[in-house]
């Protein structure tokens, strides 16, 4: 099976690169596309991105240029910022050998949090990875992006502003967001994104389509990889927090 990654990143890291050869060693046979959503960044072998709506334009303008055969990854770089990257190189791997190709699924890292939010559905798709198999899944992903980002924030639900805010502003080591909210633009770009992250699961759905982890057939190995997640960020924290920042 052809495949692509398509991988969104913001920034001009040095270690970028090395990150990049590592994907490439697990997957010698595959193409890659690589979109730089920082301004006036992008090298001459990566697009130049819009950075209209974050991670998410670059998903959708990654998508409008790439060829419709094949199974598409659509990556961002927390893979290498947030995750445990050699671990999910290795269940990423293994899944895309065992994988059912089918028109109307959707795979990806997927999140049980419950439905007592309105906007939040239950399951979700984290927006860091989705792997899109056929042409007419890319095609509702696409349209389902588009019309996602393109639409007015509703007013939110105040059970979904006190979630935002306490996942975004949380104080605890192994639990909310990885990053440190210094600013209100921060906390409304997180909060965008963290609304759109929810929203295209359940405008997938709406649509037809099914939403599938890529855990299912390693389970243990799954838990396992998003555990030594918050790890990382966890350890991530305390240092921040030794440094003073």
Not at 130 to 148: D, H, M
Not at 189 to 207: F, G, M, N, P
Not at 221 to 234: F, P, S, T
Request: proline share 4%; charged share 20%; hydrophobic share 40%.
């Amino acid at each position: 099976m052809k495949i692509q990654f398509c991988i969104v990143r913001f920034g001009d890291d040095s270690t970028f690169q090395n990150n990049l050869d590592t994907i490439k060693r697990y997957f010698p046979k595959a193409e890659f596309k690589v979109l730089n959503n920082m301004p006036h960044s992008a090298n001459l072998h990566e697009i130049q991105g819009s950075n209209e709506a974050f991670e998410f334009s670059g998903y959708l303008e990654l998508l409008e240029i790439s060829p419709q055969d094949g199974i598409i990854i659509l990556l961002n770089d927390t893979l290498f910022k947030h995750h445990f990257t050699l671990g999910w190189l290795r269940l990423l791997q293994r899944f895309c050998e065992v994988m059912t190709v089918e028109e109307n699924i959707i795979y990806g890292d997927i999140r049980w949090d419950g439905t007592a939010l309105l906007e939040r559905p239950n399951p979700f798709l984290a927006s860091w990875l989705f792997i899109i198999p056929t042409k007419k899944s890319r095609g509702i992903f696409a349209e389902s992006l588009r019309n996602l980002i393109h639409e007015p924030i509703p007013t939110l639900s105040p059970d979904y502003e006190l979630f935002l805010s306490q996942w975004l502003g949380s104080g605890m080591i192994w639990k909310g967001w990885q990053g440190t909210l210094k600013d209100n633009a921060t906390f409304e770009r997180k909060s965008k994104c963290i609304y759109w992250e929810h929203q295209l699961s359940a405008h997938l759905t709406k649509s037809g389509i099914l939403i599938y982890s890529i855990g299912n057939e390693s389970r243990v190995g799954y838990a396992l990889l998003r555990a030594l997640d918050r790890m990382k960020i966890g350890f991530w924290r305390i240092a921040c927090r030794f440094k003073g920042l």
